[in-house]
């Protein structure tokens, strides 16, 4: 114990840290076992301290707190508030610093660090790296916490991978759980409304991403400017930066199964659709130019490059119409969704199926009600994860933002909802259904059920054409 001490340089050790050898570190005391050092931190909802004597009890034999506790075992102390940073570099000197034995790629920004981050992975696989990739789709939370986060990147090491890419949210950065390494890149996609109940200010929620581009956490930045906040990003990042925009694709072409476009003399071609997917391309190919991959083989694993589930996947295709499911939640991630359902759909019509979280940023769901009635032709306005709130309290608040309600409908029942714009659909339109993505159930009043929207609309329409298989079914757009 008293070796990973030498990370942290604690205010105030008592007992002998020499005496004790550790075997895992842990934040959650229920994981706890014997030989664990458990870290007692302050929480949200409750504080850590308490648990330390349960901890004990499971066979923890060191503790790391932010204050002296009456216990008969060895603790290292920390000043309040410094409890995570130090947990994070604790856990990465256990694992042996594994981040130094990997090329590392952070992704952070409101929209496309999913799709991001798998673009990265699928290029560095194409170019015959063994890569692991971590996030929205891999795990509960988009970021781990530090001790969860260091195990698997040394899990990754012993398994022979070569490259680690992940998604860094905005939540993470605030708590510590990257401290403890630098990413070789760090990579910036755009920053929108979001995450306000937590961070309280737009200025603060930037302020959180911003700290992702510091020496401490990363080697080099890739940012995209093409906004006000990339573009302020990189003007104060004290990292070395590279920037790019939308402008660096040129000779863009769209279509309902795929985009080209010309990138530094190269020509393009992807499976994803949508000039906001031109965005996460460019993102994902200057990183990996970054990190050294020749352009050729850039350009050559971006072709390859599967599309993400749940992002912008074309799950049924009518022989008149078609139906996207997008992880839109987001008012800037309604509009950009809608705009790439606009461009496949041309001069048809886009039909959005859409609703709001529950206890989460409230701000945000008028906002989302404007962004979607100005972006669609028609809206049926539903339920999306109400966890403990009142749906039709979410759907009031969500309503305030629009002023025309002509085009909307409200249908709290998210299949029923799901079946009525499907049922509108005429032959050239789309419909996009917006907030779960890749999410295979819905949580109402503390109860996980299961609901896959994509399950809903592939059996929306064999109920139509029960006899005939689709072409196009689980493709991407």
Known sequence: MDLLLDEIRPAQVIGDPSKVQISSVELDSRQVLPGSLFCCLP?????????????????AVGLLAERALELAVPQAIVSPGEGRAAMARVAAAFYGH??????????????????????????????GRLVEVLGTLEGVRTTPEAPALQRRMAEACQTGKEAFVMEVSSHGLVQHR???FAFDVATFTNLGHDHLDYHGTMERYFEAKASLFTPEHARLGVVDVTGEWGQRLASCAPVPLVSFSILDASDVELTRHGTCFTWRSHRVRTRLVGMFNVSNTLAAMVSCAELGIPLDEVVAGMEMARGVPGRFELVGSDEDFSVVVDYAHTPDGIGVA????RQVAGDHRVLLVFGCGGDRDH?????????AVAGADRVV?????PRSEDPSAIAAEVLAGVED????????DRARAIELAIAEA?????????????????EVAGRVLPFDDREVVRGILDSRHPSAGRPGRGRQA
């Open 98 to 127: 594994p981040a130094e034995r990997l090329l590392t790629v952070g992704v952070t920004g409101t929209n496309g660090k999913t799709t991001v981050t798998h673009l990265v992975s699928d290029i560095l696989a194409s170019s």
């Open 381 to 385: 306005l539903t339920t999306d994860n």
């Open 338 to 341: 809608l705009a790439a359902a």
């Open 43 to 59: 929480g949200e909802l409750t504080d850590g301290h308490e648990y330390a004597g349960d901890a004990l009890e499971r066979g």
């Open 363 to 371: 701000a945000k769901r008028p906002l989302m009600g404007a962004a």
């Open 405 to 412: 309600r002509a085009s909307l409908t409200l249908e709290l």
């Open 178 to 180: 990257v401290d403890g």
């Open 426 to 442: 005429l032959p050239g339109d789309v419909v996009l259904v917006a907030g779960k993505g890749h999410e295979t159930t819905m």
